[in-house]
């Protein structure tokens, strides 16, 4: 009988990690080696899936679960736990849960759902010791995507305004004590100004259903599509990007966000 292909892959693991026979890189890793590239692989995991890029998509999951699949390779091997406990783990979680789909709850609303839903999450927090309304929330996320959290967080307990118009409004407050800090020159004050901008603008993202971190990729991709179209114009030009005035780029710009826009 031939093997599961998750058991070909532990089998594969478990051959690398090898005192004797495994790969010297492999071997010399540990867990804090081992994050950087399992953030790096969930990145592209989103980038596929933000593309539609399905084959891209498959592979990357495959990346992301050989990062799994290490670090409980590393666990195991101290005794701690090993992959069959991560996933019996993930597995109690959801059914645990679910009492909706495995069990005999009924909710009667969706917002019912995700009431009890956050409930059991702080539940499972205080079980833990974890009982302050921000406790839990990783320090390593992105920084957008933590203060989108903290944000959520602070909101169940009354902190946060009552309308999107009151996170708006924030956002020009912000915006003006940046503009006092740029006149000051002090460069600490206008750092702690661009940080509470960038906070406020994730309340806002809250308030409208964005996610601030999906919506600055999207910009960031937005921005290098358009960047390489002007790049190319300009090559089929005859000219360099060094030599224009910025009247001409910025016409160039022009033209770039047009033709994509088009495509």
Known sequence: MSQKPIERLLGIMARLRDPERGCPWDRAQ???????????EAYEVAEAAERDELVAMRDE???LLFQVVF??????????????????????KLERRHPHVFGDVAF??????????????????????????????????????????LGKRAARVGFDWPALAGAREKIDEEVGELDEALQRGDAADIEHEIGDVLTA????????????????RAANRRFEDRFREVEAAVARDERALGELTL?????????AKKALEQD
Not at 108 to 118: F, R
Not at 138 to 149: E, N
């Open 30 to 40: 540990d867990f804090r080696s081992i994050v950087p590239h399992t953030i790096e």
């Open 201 to 216: 603008t994730a309340n806002l993202a809250r308030h409208a259903g964005v996610d601030p971190e999906q919506a600055l």
């Open 108 to 149: 009667g609303s969706a917002a019912a759902q995700t009431a009890a839903w956050e409930t059991q999450k702080a539940d499972e927090r205080a079980d833990r010791g974890l009982d302050g309304a921000l406790d839990g929330v990783p320090a390593a996320l992105p920084a957008l995507t933590r203060a989108l959290k």
């Open 71 to 92: 670090l409980a390779r590393l666990a195991e091997e101290r005794g701690a736990f090993d992959f069959d406990a991560v996933a019996t783990a993930i597995a109690d």
């Open 61 to 63: 999951l495959g990346d």
């Open 247 to 255: 009247d001409e780029l910025e016409r160039y710009w022009q033209q």
